[in-house]
């Protein structure tokens, strides 16, 4: 298995425009998250799903974020207008119910 | 926030020796887990422990969990420079599908 892969690796976008962060999860994990990392605030939860149904957004910053789950192989986190502060390392993660979470390698996204 | 909060911030240490980092948390837990992140890399599970569980090993690390402190450590025995990285403890205690991360020990191996 490939694991979960994340692109792009690296974004670099400037203020207001719209960014698209995408994941594949590994097959047969019925549970996506994705997290956002930053030096101040670590790691926050911003969302996940379960069998692509979106479970809690709770830490969904505000509504310029949104994801979507449309089948069990893909996922997206779309920013729309990215803002400066936005500026972070977004992983998403995939999990089978047992054991723990399977990370992706990240997307460095850089709003200028 | 429920995070769990890791102890120290940083640690600096000669190869060889052994690394112990610890965890605190907020509330009851089914699970605790600890994560491994290297530079510019995704989070790595390394060990889950449950609740009703005191010690568990796995090679040459060794993770204790006490609820009444709501504590938690893992000890990396005979160190290696490979083992250089971030170590993050998570606990389920929002949920058992939902983890919170601490904010991170940061292990440098010296060789």
């Known amino acids: 298995d490939a694991g979960v892969i994340q692109s792009p690796r690296h974004e670099v976008t400037e203020m207001g425009q719209e960014v698209t962060l995408r994941c594949k999860p590994i097959s047969g994990h019925d549970y996506l998250f994705w997290y956002r990392q930053t030096m101040m605030r670590g790691l926050e939860l911003l969302i996940y799903f379960n069998n692509n149904v979106p479970i809690d957004d709770s830490g969904m910053p505000e509504d310029r974020f949104s994801a979507k789950m449309p089948n069990a192989s893909f996922s997206t986190l779309k920013i729309q207008p990215s803002e400066p502060r936005d500026s972070a390392v977004y992983f998403c993660?995939?999990?089978?119910?047992?054991?723990?979470?399977?990370f992706g390698s990240g997307t460095r996204l850089t709003v200028v | 926030s429920q995070q769990g909060e890791e102890d120290p911030q940083a640690l600096s240490i000669q190869e060889g020796e052994n690394a112990t980092m610890n965890c605190s948390y907020k509330?009851?837990?089914?699970?605790l887990q600890w994560y491994r992140q290297n530079s510019g890399r995704g989070l790595v599970h390394l060990i889950l422990?449950?609740?009703?569980?005191r010690e568990k090993h796995s090679g040459r690390l060794r993770v204790t969990l006490d609820t009444s402190k709501k504590s938690s450590s893992l000890l990396i025995t005979a160190s290696r420079a490979a083992d250089t990285a971030s170590y993050f403890c998570a606990t389920d205690n929002q949920g058992a599908q939902k983890l919170v991360f601490g904010q991170g020990t940061r292990l440098t191996i010296n060789p």
């Open positions: 422990i449950r609740s009703n569980e």
């Open positions: 993660a995939s999990w089978r119910g047992v054991r723990g979470y399977t």
């Open positions: 509330t009851s837990i089914n699970n």
